[in-house]
């Protein structure tokens, strides 16, 4: 008799084969001005290593029209030199990557370890209420997507939220409400960012003003 539990082949759904295809879209090719930040982007990088710009190639895209479609990922393939189906593979990898239209202000929870011990669900929760939709759906007025994401990297200041590319630190699930409402209002202003940002600017400040801080070591 074994004592190790019974484990159920993966369902078929979950095979990469299976993934849900981006749509085409139409034709797609970067503005002038983005076609310029590529190139210059991609010196940074040996002309083998053409390939490493290309979180920063689809950030232009995405940013361009907003998400991924099939058009816009082969168009970043011909950037960088490399099949359509690598790009695809990133895209499908990193969730902040959209395959879909999203809303102005993407809110993503993050649900690993730290912030689930720390309330994570619960700001979820508040967050779905306030903004009156579940994880993985945008409000009817295309202002506001809600997801469930892994790990954002500031496991110690948990829990972590991010609002498009804006972390909002230690952010208790009484606070959530007041956040979406601050949004609606304010826009961007009313995010609050990493404080390691917050930090090095009051840094920059104190130096600039010859008020060495308590941190500044230099
Ligand atoms: S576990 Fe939430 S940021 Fe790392």
């Not at 490493?52 to 689809?58: C, D, W």
């Not at 099949?83 to 969730?95: C, K, L």
């Not at 009156?132 to 409000?139: A, C, L, S």
Request: charged share 25%; hydrophobic share 35%.
């Amino acid at each position: 008799m074994s004592f190790h539990p019974r484990m159920e082949y993966a369902p078929a759904k979950f095979h990469k084969s299976e993934r849900t295809l981006a749509e085409q879209g139409g034709d797609f090719k970067y503005t002038p001005e983005n076609q310029a930040k590529f190139d210059e982007n991609v010196t940074h990088y040996p002309p083998e290593q053409r390939k490493s710009a290309i979180l920063f190639a689809l950030y232009l895209a995405q940013g361009q029209q907003g998400y991924l479609t099939a058009a816009a990922m082969q168009h970043v393939a011909q950037q960088i030199g490399c099949t359509a189906a690598e790009v695809e593979d990133v895209v499908t990898y990193y969730t902040m990557f959209y395959r879909t239209p999203v809303g102005k202000y993407v809110i993503n929870v993050c649900r690993t370890l730290s912030c689930a011990l720390l309330g994570a669900e619960r700001v979820t929760e508040e967050l779905s209420a306030a903004l009156g939709i579940k994880p993985g759906e945008t409000d009817p007025t295309g202002t506001f997507t809600l997801v469930e994401v892994e790990c954002l990297g500031a496991c110690d200041r948990a829990p972590v939220v991010m609002v498009n590319d804006e972390w909002h630190e230690r952010l208790a699930p009484e606070q959530s409400a007041k956040l979406i409402a601050d949004i609606r209002t304010k826009g961007a202003a009313a995010f609050t960012g990493c404080h390691l940002n917050k930090e090095a600017q009051q840094g920059a400040g104190a130096r600039g003003t010859g008020d060495r801080g308590k941190g500044d070591r230099t």
